[in-house]
Every structure is written in structure tokens, then in C-alpha cells.
């Protein structure tokens, strides 16, 4: 071959252009082109033409890939005790908490939020705002930190920046931390669910959500109601009304629980006002019982107090104040009441005692009977499980009479009816607990329950014949006159089951908004002459790098990986008004005291 087929290699466009022409002298130019004429000679023997220096040649000849020179890409900058997405933080944070806050506390936000956990889902979404937030302002207050008072190695600031635990060679203290940072919203996140168990209320217009006006009287419980249209004893119905009272009021454990010190509600719609005083209210109509029901899902309740009419029995005490009259008056009371049918009742029950149901014979007087109907207001709660009176109160106020006549002329024949009920509530008294201090609650509330269940029944207010004839004058009066049923303009209040307002809920949703300024105040205070700042990372590494320190780094380009602690060194330059910041690595122990670093001096323009 002649020197001048290879000078064309030196340049590497010359021999490309004439690469089709130099087939005819050399087996070189088949290979370079794929076709030509002549030698056909095989590879092995091409080969064993080639001069030993052809590779060097061929790769001197490679065109470089080196880019040119360029400026300086880097922006120089004053470090700031402040930076803008730093306090863009602080304040979306600031915010969530303010509203989380407000979806708490605020009444009327809270309630419009217990639809269907509506409450937890905000709540939930604003925490996970504020630790967005927290986590962008985190990681420069730990690099300072390590920067300050840690050992300065790449490990640790490479798991501080990528916020892994598991990083390479990461100091145990900052595993602990990043660990308790990676667990702190998901601990907020189950501690502010366990707030449960609170409420929050709205008053609403009963009517607008019913459609229609709210009617009170002499119901039956919803349920019970069929029991009442079909005229039976009502016997069902003063057991039901009597049952929570007798359960609450039981002996435990040989003691008897102390008597209520104010007005105590029990069941549907038994009130004891006082130890001798007992009221059987009128309650809703259960068509608007059940309507409210259908509104309300889990958890929810209405709360409706209305100013209702009573039947009140109370203890009387003229036998002790005038005992003269009061025999006069019970021996004649007595021989009416034998004369009338039903009217005298005798039962004998243990230990010969007896109970005797007195009713005057009609027409009624009620000179020394302890039976009357007066206007209380009492409050329920609905659910959808039922209705139950909550408490109530008595003005002591009785009702005309004109209002009286379905207590005063009524037949009703109680005895009949209700002495076999009425022996065994009372029953415990004559034995177990003949000195305590129920007797008269118990009198009481079984008398104005015995009253009530069977009005309720003999004229019921919701059966089809909806009037009461009064014996006296066989007049005939309308439900709404004889007071059976009467609309009533009542007061509602919708509750629905939200978080407790509680102090440290506030706190738990306040914690990371508060981390956020504590980090911001020791940034800009105790960490403003560090020299690092926000932007710190790969990029500011390699533009202040000490190019002759990194050799000991060779080997880990692809596993990221050293085989010892490598710490970090940096060394702020100042010169008049400008300076940088130049970083080296070296290699010690981590037992090593920190290397101290330099300080950034203050209004200096760093590059």
C-alpha cells in the first residue's frame, strides 16, 4: 500500500468524499463502500495488510465531541434570612389550619360538614396541604442543622435531600429523624379521627322540612299507635311508658339510686318533676315523628321542645293539714264511688296489704283528687331509632276547666282495666323497699301513666270517630276542644354527629403549621450565616467543587455508593462586595469532631 492511502485518514471528510475512488487500488474501499469491482480478496487476508497502528490512526482520526467554551450559567446571589416560597408556605399552611379550624369550631360550617363525613374528607385534604408545605421548608432547616452541628458527610446530606431512610451511609440520628418526619402526618391523620363523639346544631322551621303543620295530643308511641285505634285496656301503653322509669329507679346491688334533684324525663314521655309530683306529657303525632325519622341518617337527631298539655298526678296532703274534712269527704267520696259502677276497685296484695282505685262518680269533682291536666313544655329527641323525652319542666299552672272535662267526665273505668298493673309496679314497696324513699314517685307516675295510656286509648285523637261527648251536658267537642289534639308551633333543632371541639384537636391540626415557623425563625436567625441556603444541592456542589478532591469519589458514578464517610468541606471566599463558595471532600472517621466551616458574611454577593 503507498503512504498516501492512509494520509487520507488524517482527514476524516477527504476520505470520506473519495472513499468510492479508492476502491480500485485497495480492499479498504469494499468495506468502506458496500459494493465496487476487482480484488476479491477474503477479510482474513484484508486484515493481515493493515499496518498495526491502523486503530490508533482510525481513533485519532474520530471527530471530538468537546462543546466550546461557554459563560458562566450560574446566578450568584445574597442569601436571604427569608425566601418567598418559604413564606408561601407558612401562609397556605397558616390558611388550612385557619379553615380546618373553622371546620371545626364553627358551628354552623361544622354542621353543613357531618353530611356524610364531609368533616373528616376536609380535614384529611388540609393536613395533607400542610405537609406539602412542611415538607418543602424541612429539609433546608436539616441541612443547616448538619451543616452546623453534624458531620458535614455526602451521605447525610444525600439522604436528607432525597428524604430517604434508607439512604447509604446515613448517620443513625438522621435515620431517627427523617423516620419521625415520614410518620408525623400519618400519625396526625389517625389522631384528629379519634375526636369523635361530637355534635353540632342548627335551628331549623320544623314545617319547611315536613311540609305541613305540627300537631301534639294524646299519642300513643310511634309503633304503638294500631294498639290505641283499635280501642284496647292500654294496658301495653302504660307498661312502655312506666318501663324506663321502673329501670331507672331499681335497686342495684341493695342500694336505691338517690332521687332526681331536678326535673328528670324518662322514656316517651314520663316526667318526674319532684318526689311527689309525676306528668305524663302529650307527645307528637307519629306521622311527624316518622317523617322526621325518613330525613335523618346515622347518627342525627332532631330535638323538638313544645309547650304541651300534662297529665299530672301529685301527692295530696289535705288528710295531714285537715283531717276532719278529708274523712268527711273520703266517706262520702266512697259511698259514691261504690254506687257507680267501676268506680270502686280492691285488690289485696302481699303481706294484707291492698291497693283500692277510687274514680268519683260523674260528674267529676276534683276538690281533693290529685289528677289534672296543666301546660308544660318538654323536649324530645328523634332518631331514627325511636323518640324519647329528654327533659321538660311545670309551670304548676292547672288548665281551666272547660280543658279538664276528658279527666273530669270520662268513663274509664281504671280499676277494670289497670289493677293488676298497678300491684305489681307498686308491689315491691309493701316488701323489699317499704321505707324507701320511691314510694311516692312511684304512686305518682303510675297514676298519671294509668290516666294517660287509657285516655289515649278510649279517645284516641287518631281514630276516626275524632270527637269526645262529655256526660255532663252531652255535648259533643272536637278533638282540638277537649284537648286530645292541638297544633303547636315547636321549636326544632337538627344535630348531626361531628369532631369534638376540643383543645388538643386544635393542636393536632395546628402542629405543622406551627413547625413551619419555628423552622423559618431559625433559619433566618441561628442558621443565616451557614454557608448553604434553600438552593443547596447537586448543582451548587459541582459549580463550587474543588476538582481535585473529587478523585477519591471515583467508582460510585453508577451505584451512588462509598465504601467510607465522606464529609463535605465548606469554605465561603469573600473579596469587597463578592465572594464564593468553594466545597471539597475528604475522607474521616465518624467519630471525627465536625470540621468547622466557614461563615457567610452578610449583603455579599456569592457566586
Excluded at 474501499?29 to 484484508?46: E, K, N, P, V, Y
Excluded at 439512604?167 to 379521627?193: E, F, N, T
Excluded at 413551619?516 to 451548587?540: C, E, M, N, Q
Amino acid at each position: 500500500m503507498s503512504s498516501r492511502g492512509w494520509n487520507r485518514l488524517d482527514d476524516t471528510e477527504d476520505y470520506e468524499l473519495h472513499a468510492t475512488a479508492a476502491h480500485a487500488n485497495y480492499d479498504t474501499g469494499r468495506i468502506a463502500c458496500s459494493h465496487g469491482r476487482g480484488l476479491t480478496q477474503s477479510l482474513d487476508d484484508w486484515q493481515n495488510l493493515i499496518p498495526d497502528r491502523r486503530l490508533s490512526d482510525i481513533s485519532a482520526a474520530a471527530p471530538s465531541h468537546k462543546p466550546s467554551p461557554s459563560l458562566p450559567l450560574g446566578r450568584p446571589t445574597v442569601k436571604k434570612r427569608f425566601h418567598t416560597l418559604h413564606l408561601l408556605a407558612a401562609a397556605i399552611s397558616l390558611i388550612c389550619f385557619a379553615l380546618a379550624i373553622t371546620a371545626v369550631a364553627n358551628e354552623n360550617i361544622s354542621w353543613r360538614l357531618g353530611i356524610k363525613n364531609y368533616q373528616l374528607i376536609v380535614l384529611g385534604f388540609l393536613l395533607g396541604i400542610m405537609n406539602l408545605c412542611l415538607g418543602s421548608v424541612v429539609p433546608t432547616l436539616l441541612l443547616h442543622v448538619e451543616a452546623r452541628f453534624g458531620s458535614s458527610t455526602l451521605q447525610n446530606y444525600n439522604g436528607i435531600l432525597r428524604n430517604e431512610v434508607s439512604a447509604s451511609g446515613l448517620s443513625p440520628l438522621w435515620r431517627i429523624v427523617l423516620s419521625m418526619l415520614v410518620a408525623l402526618p400519618l400519625a396526625l391523620s389517625v389522631a384528629y379521627k379519634t375526636f369523635t363523639g361530637g355534635e353540632s346544631t342548627k335551628k331549623i322551621d320544623a314545617a319547611t322540612y315536613i311540609g305541613n303543620t305540627t300537631y301534639y295530643g294524646m299519642f300513643a308511641q310511634p309503633g304503638l299507635q294500631l294498639l290505641a285505634e283499635k280501642k284496647g285496656t292500654g294496658i301495653s301503653l302504660f307498661s312502655n311508658a312506666t318501663l324506663p322509669f321502673a329501670m331507672a329507679s331499681a335497686m342495684q346491688n341493695g342500694s336505691e339510686p338517690p332521687l332526681p334533684a331536678h326535673p328528670q324525663a324518662y322514656g316517651f314521655n314520663i316526667l318526674l318533676l319532684n318526689n311527689e309530683t309525676s306528668a305524663a306529657l302529650d307527645a307528637p303525632q307519629p306521622s311527624y315523628v316518622s317523617a322526621v325519622q325518613t330525613l335523618l341518617v346515622g347518627g342525627e337527631s332532631w330535638n323538638i321542645t313544645a309547650r304541651v298539655f300534662a297529665t299530672v298526678a301529685t301527692y295530696n296532703h289535705s288528710r295531714s293539714q285537715d283531717p276532719d274534712i278529708f274523712e268527711e269527704y273520703s266517706d262520702s267520696f266512697c259511698e259514691d264511688a261504690r254506687a257507680s259502677s267501676g268506680a270502686y276497685t280492691h285488690m289485696t296484695a302481699v303481706d294484707g296489704w291492698s291497693v283500692v282505685l277510687l274514680n268519683h262518680a260523674s260528674p267529676g269533682d276534683q276538690t281533693l283528687q290529685y289528677i289534672g291536666l296543666t301546660p308544660d313544655p318538654g323536649t324530645w329527641s328523634i332518631t331514627r331509632g325511636g323518640i324519647q323525652l329528654v327533659e321538660g319542666s311545670c309551670s304548676g299552672n292547672i288548665l281551666p276547666p272547660d280543658r279538664q272535662e276528658i279527666i273530669v267526665h270520662n268513663r274509664l273505668f281504671l280499676g277494670v282495666a289497670y289493677m293488676s298493673s298497678l300491684v305489681e309496679l307498686l308491689a315491691p314497696f309493701v316488701t323489699t323497699r317499704n321505707n324507701s324513699e320511691w314510694t311516692s314517685p312511684y304512686m305518682a307516675t303510675g297514676v298519671a301513666a294509668m290516666l294517660w295510656s287509657r285516655t289515649s286509648v278510649v279517645n284516641s285523637p287518631i281514630s276516626q270517630d275524632k270527637t269526645f261527648i262529655t256526660p255532663k251536658e252531652l255535648a259533643r267537642l272536637t278533638a282540638d276542644e277537649a284537648g286530645l289534639v292541638y297544633p303547636v308551633v315547636d321549636t326544632a333543632v337538627y344535630i348531626r354527629p361531628t369532631l369534638r371541639k376540643s383543645g388538643l384537636l386544635y393542636f393536632v391540626l395546628g402542629i405543622q403549621p406551627l413547625l413551619i415557623v419555628i423552622i423559618l425563625i431559625l433559619i433566618a436567625s441561628v442558621f443565616h450565616s451557614t454557608p448553604l441556603d434553600k438552593g443547596f444541592g447537586l448543582i451548587s456542589i459541582l459549580a463550587g467543587i474543588d476538582r481535585q478532591s473529587l478523585d477519591m469519589l471515583a467508582g460510585a458514578a453508577l451505584s451512588g455508593e462509598l465504601k467510607k464517610s465522606v464529609k463535605l468541606v465548606m469554605r465561603p471566599i469573600r473579596d469587597d462586595q463578592k465572594g464564593a463558595i468553594e466545597y471539597y471532600v475528604t475522607t474521616s472517621s465518624r467519630t471525627a469532631p465536625p470540621i468547622p466551616h466557614g461563615k457567610l458574611s452578610p449583603q455579599t454577593l456569592y457566586h
